[in-house]
Structures are given as structure tokens and as C-alpha cells.
């Protein structure tokens, strides 16, 4: 007996494991090429992307099925806002799927008007009187301005009485401007029109149609004469110009250097006179150069090149580098970094005093070499120097060359003077001229 038949259940009430159905073998599934084993793992191959397109290609070229407009073209009447009188015209209009367009005419908004201003009675006679004109000529011109939109030639063409065309604009904006003043609460909040601003000028209006008339009926030969004309004019304007900022400039204070020759030699020894009186003549000048005072507007750097090429050009290239290296010991710039007047009269002030100075080294260095010169030459036997004894004629001076093989030397010189192994002592020489003393002796 056991537990099923205790709780009196039977025995084959649960399927046992060797009962359940076999399940159906799954399929191996290979792995696709092109996809990493490690990918593949993830995704199990399901949902992973096609390796391939699966949309042909004759599908890509064809256009999506979109309906066509349907444009007709109708003739349709019209009216236009541009008139008054209801006028109506017909012309050809694009209908698109028989929808009419509606609206205002297209070139309606080209119809522009100008508004003049209307006067009452009691203004003209306040504001707008003159005696050369009378109240019926300008409600005339008023009223040809507003039908004719300021077109002052063809008001000047229907215009009753004979008038200019300067007469008809000087009268309609004197009035237009006396109305906006007067109609204005204050003076500035009409200030600003155009009107206002600037007042007609009838004279020069005339003089400007005198002037063009009077350009436009010159011949050839004239407008040569005139472009000479302008060209000598503008040439004495240049010079005039010149010679004042030649004055301008000539009474400003110049720094001047004394230049030094340029091979060091001092300008106190008489060996190069005539270069030396050459080379103080050429004195470096700092002032602005005569091509720049031409100009009116110029760049102060480039002023500055060239009066520093000015200085430092007559003393040479290796002047001109120690100039620069004792620049760049001292921490100054080669070039200021402000340069305004004052630094950089300054600076030029600066390099003549390096130059002065390197010139002067220069001439120190050749004069103790002078002195050298001459200490050595000092040394050297005069004619009154007296003769020295028989002893120091008898032996002959041999120069102390041990350290460097001298005494063989020496005995090679004697073995073969002598005839024998047992050489004799040199008789003196009495016939040898005494060497002279060194300083080192």
C-alpha cells in the first residue's frame, strides 16, 4: 500500500514523463554568411535584416501615381479697382481644375497715387497769397497735379497760362510746405518731411538745366580743351598741396645723427680723409621722407621703415644687425608695438644712440690696436745701440730646442763640420754680424 492508495487516487492519474509525446526535431538552422557568430548568437536569427534588398528595382524607377492638375486657359471679364467707372474688360485668365481665381486685378497694384494736399478757403487767404499768382492758377496747378501725379512736364503742357516748368514746382511746394506747417501742432513734428528739410530753389534748377544744356551741345574739340583745363588744375592743386606740407613739415623739430664710416676707421688719423669728410657730410636725417610728404595719408610704420633705413642705411648690413641684436638684449621691440608719433621719434632716438655708440667701440678697438702696434715696434735695436763683448761673439747662439730633438740636431751639425771623431773648438767668427735682441731676450 502507499500514499495513492491511502488518499485513494489511481495510480495512472498523472501522464508519467514516459508518456509525453515526442516533440517534432527542430530544424538545424545554419548560420547566414556575412553575419559574425556573436551577432548571430543575439538576435537567433530572427528580425536580422535582409542581406539582401527585397524591393526590385523596377519598382524604385517607377513615379508615385500623382493626379495632374487640369489647367485650362478662359476668357473671363474683369474689373479693376485702378478705375472709378466700373469699366469692365475681358482677358485670358489659367484656370486650374476649373477653380476661377478671384481677387483683385494682378496689376492694380501698380496704380499709385500721389496725395496732394487740399486748401480750404480761409487757409489761402491766411497762408497761401503771392502776388504773381492768383487763387485760380493754383487750384489749376492743384488740380492738373493730382490728375497727372506730378508729372511737371505735362502740367506744363496743359497749363492754361504760360508758366515755366520752375514756376510750377517752386509754387506747388511752397504751398504744400506753408499747408504742412501750418497744419502741424509744433514745428518739430513736421521736421523731418522732405519737404520741410529742404526748400525748393527755382534759380538753381534753372542754372542746372543751363549748365547740362550747355554740356550736352560741347564738340569734341571742347571737351578736350576742358579736360586739359581740369588736368592743369588739379596738377596745381597737387603741388600747392605739397609745397604746404613741405612748410608743414619743415617746421617740425628732426632728430640728426653724425653718420661714422662705415669701415670703423677713426675720422681723427690722416689716413682716409676725404672718406671721412664724406661720410660726416652724409647725416642720417629721422624726419619724414620726401616721397611720403607727397602723401596725405600714409601708414606711420611704413614712414618708420624708411627713416630707420635712412639712419642705419650708410653704416651697412653688419651695423645694421648689431644695431637689432642690441635692440633684443636690451627687451626693446625691433618694431613699437604703438607706434604713435611720439614712440616712435623715440625709437629712432634710441637706434642713433646704439649706432653712435657701436661706432665709437669700433674706433676704441682700431686705437689700442694702434697702441699695441707701436709698444712692439719699440723694442726693436736702434742705431745707437752699443756693441757687445768678444765672449758673447765666440759662442754662437743655439737655440734651446731639447724638448724637440734640438740637441741632435745640434751634434749632426758639428759631426759634420769636423774632419775628425775629435773635433776642435769653433774658432770665432770673427766676421759674423751680432744678432740682434729680442724683446723676449
Known amino acids: 500500500m502507499d500514499a495513492k492508495d491511502i488518499l485513494g487516487l489511481q495510480k495512472n492519474s498523472f501522464p508519467s514523463a514516459q508518456d509525453k509525446k515526442p516533440r517534432a526535431p527542430k530544424e538545424p538552422q545554419r548560420k547566414p554568411d556575412g553575419v559574425s557568430r556573436e551577432v548571430y548568437a543575439l538576435t537567433g536569427g530572427v528580425g536580422m535584416a535582409p542581406l539582401m534588398p527585397t524591393i526590385e528595382a523596377s ?4 513615379r508615385p501615381a500623382v493626379e495632374k492638375a ?8 474683369f474689373t479693376t479697382s485702378a478705375r472709378t467707372d466700373s469699366l469692365q474688360l475681358s482677358h485670358w485668365v489659367r484656370v486650374v481644375n476649373g477653380v476661377l481665381p478671384t481677387g483683385d486685378y494682378d496689376f492694380a497694384k501698380y496704380n499709385t497715387k500721389v496725395d496732394v ?15 504773381t499768382w492768383s487763387r485760380e492758377e493754383t487750384d489749376q496747378l492743384f488740380e492738373l497735379c493730382e490728375r497727372f501725379d506730378l508729372r511737371f512736364i505735362v502740367i506744363a503742357d496743359r497749363f492754361p497760362t504760360d508758366r515755366s516748368v520752375e514756376d510750377l514746382k517752386s509754387r506747388y511746394y511752397s504751398v504744400t510746405r506753408a499747408l504742412l506747417i501750418a497744419r502741424a501742432r509744433s514745428f518739430d513734428e513736421v521736421a523731418g518731411n522732405p519737404l520741410v528739410k529742404e526748400t525748393f530753389n527755382a534759380a538753381h534748377e534753372t542754372e542746372r538745366k543751363r549748365a547740362l544744356s550747355a554740356l550736352y551741345a560741347q564738340t569734341k574739340q571742347q571737351e578736350r580743351k576742358d579736360a586739359e583745363v581740369l588736368a592743369e588744375a588739379k596738377r596745381i592743386m597737387e603741388s600747392r598741396a605739397a609745397s604746404k606740407n613741405l612748410e608743414e613739415a619743415g617746421a617740425t623739430p628732426s632728430f640728426h645723427n653724425t653718420a661714422f664710416p662705415a669701415d670703423g676707421v677713426s675720422p681723427l688719423s690722416n689716413s682716409h680723409p676725404a672718406s671721412t669728410g664724406a661720410h660726416t ?16 595719408v600714409y601708414l606711420r610704420t611704413h614712414a618708420l621703415d624708411q627713416m630707420v633705413q635712412a639712419i ?7 651695423m645694421i644687425k648689431r644695431v637689432d641684436q642690441t635692440l633684443q638684449d636690451l627687451g626693446v621691440n625691433l618694431k613699437p608695438k604703438v607706434p604713435t608719433k611720439a614712440v616712435c621719434a623715440e625709437h629712432l632716438e634710441l637706434r642713433n644712440e646704439i649706432l653712435t655708440l657701436l661706432n665709437i667701440q669700433k674706433q676704441l678697438q682700431n686705437k689700442e690696436a694702434e697702441v699695441i702696434a707701436n709698444r712692439e715696434s719699440s723694442f726693436t735695436e736702434a742705431p745707437s745701440t752699443p756693441k757687445r763683448s768678444n765672449r758673447d761673439i765666440d759662442r754662437p747662439f743655439v737655440p734651446d730646442m731639447g724638448g724637440f730633438g734640438g740637441e741632435r740636431a745640434v751634434k749632426r751639425d758639428h759631426k759634420r763640420k769636423s774632419g775628425g771623431r775629435f773635433d776642435a773648438p769653433p774658432s770665432p767668427s770673427q766676421g759674423k754680424r751680432p744678432r740682434k735682441m729680442k724683446a723676449s731676450d
Do not use: C, F, M
Open 312 to 318: 642705419t642705411g650708410p653704416a651697412g648690413i653688419r
Open 70 to 77: 487640369k489647367v485650362a486657359w478662359q476668357w473671363l471679364p
Open 59 to 62: 519598382h524604385l524607377k517607377r
Open 117 to 131: 494736399l487740399k486748401y480750404t478757403d480761409e487757409e489761402y487767404e491766411k497762408y497761401l497769397t503771392e502776388p
Open 281 to 296: 657730410a652724409a647725416a642720417a636725417n629721422t624726419s619724414i621722407p620726401d616721397s611720403l610728404r607727397l602723401l596725405k
